[in-house]
């Protein structure tokens, strides 16, 4: 018996070379095997470009008629950007396809179905768990229309993410902060209120590892870049319009915003999404919509308190990332990680689901769900 699960790992491996290149599409890695070894195998590696399948059935070449494709999706069966993979998997004359977890977009649906009809083996399942997970952007878009959120904060042994001077460099240890790069990596854009860009002035762009051949950061996925800026204040000299490789710049407004300021930051490069304010604020629920118009599909919250607060009172965090340091910063005014509305009871309390606890230098992260996931079901 050939071992599924092994070359389904190997999928798995691949898909993540595409992450955030490939959204608002899916990630996808293939394996095609012959005679146990592999023959061929790819990733869906930027939106518009051939998918995962197309890509292995290329490097297998004719090795691949009477082998076996492992996908961590449901082979596609639609025209899209590209024909569908099932034309490709016929036309290769691939034997047997044993994919991870069925697509959750009705568009793209039925593949397997054709594939049986057309006399191809198809086994489905196969480490599905860890093929939806590693899709569940994708599955929160598809099936509720709006984007993974993330909320990522590091705070002190008590709490505090900053003094009560607004001091907050450095909370946490090298290594921790070099997984928050990796973090922004993963997801389709940043998110941070005004807040946050006039205090900490963050540029919010992917700071990784240098190329030790040119001396520079190699090159990386750059998410795009979210201020929540109700009266557009976002100063037009800050660093982040000058960050070398940063992503694009979204500044979501009251529509209510001074016109004079809202023309000048769109003047100065940014996208801007205006929204109805709800008591001067901009509303959750309508920021994540606005974002999924945009093709984002995850969100990392980053901060400031009051908008982790907003976005956790609103029920619309899927993941907690904190990162905790070993320190103690004390005092009444200290800034608490997370503000909003809160809950009067402990029982109300939202719990965070521990997926794994990391150590990062000194540090711990805690990683984890939070609220309903059966989109993911």
Request: charged residues 25%; glycine residues 12%.
């Amino acid at each position: 018996m050939p071992n599924h699960e092994s070359f389904m790992k190997k999928a798995l491996a691949l898909a993540e070379a595409g992450r955030g290149w490939t959204s608002p599409n899916p990630v996808v890695g293939a394996v095609v095997v012959k005679g146990g070894k592999v023959a061929g195998s790819g990733y869906h590696a930027r939106f518009g470009e051939a998918h995962a399948e197309t890509a292995a059935l290329a490097k297998a070449s004719k090795k691949a008629k009477g082998a076996t494709l492992y996908v961590t999706l449901e082979p596609c069966n639609h025209h899209g950007k590209t024909p569908p993979c099932t034309d490709a998997i016929l036309a290769a004359g691939i034997q047997r396809v044993v994919f991870g977890a069925h697509d959750p977009n009705a568009l793209a649906a039925g593949g397997a179905k054709r594939l049986k009809k057309k006399g191809v083996e198809v086994i489905g399942g196969v480490l599905e768990d860890e093929c939806r997970m590693q899709n569940a952007p994708f599955f929160r878009r598809i099936r509720t229309g709006r984007p993974f959120v993330t909320g990522k904060w590091a705070m002190t042994a008590d709490g505090k993410i900053a003094t009560a001077r607004g001091d907050s460099k450095w909370i946490t240890s090298p290594p921790a902060r070099a997984f928050a790069h990796e973090l922004r990596r993963t997801h389709d854009a940043v998110l941070v209120g005004i807040g946050t860009a006039l205090a900490d002035a963050p540029l919010l762009t992917v700071r990784l590892g240098l190329d030790p051949k040119k001396g520079k950061h190699a090159p990386v996925y750059q998410p795009r870049r979210v201020i929540l800026d109700s009266q557009a204040r976002l100063p037009l000299d800050a660093p982040i319009w000058t960050a070398e490789g940063g992503g694009p710049i979204a500044v979501v407004v009251s529509s209510e915003a001074p016109l004079d300021r809202v023309k000048a930051l769109k003047d100065k490069g940014a996208e801007i999404v205006p929204l109805l304010p709800e008591k001067g604020r901009l509303p959750v629920n309508e920021v994540l919509d606005a974002l999924a118009q945009l093709g984002i599909q995850s969100v990392l919250v980053e901060g400031g308190s009051e908008v982790l607060g907003s976005f956790l009172d609103a029920g619309a965090v899927d993941r907690a990332c904190v990162f905790i340091a070993p320190k103690i910063v004390g005092g009444r005014e200290g800034v608490t990680a997370v503000r909003g509305k809160g809950v009067d009871r402990v029982a109300h309390a939202q719990a965070i689901r521990i997926d794994r606890i990391k150590r990062l230098g000194d540090d711990v992260l805690l990683d984890g769900k939070l609220g309903d996931w059966s989109w993911l079901e």
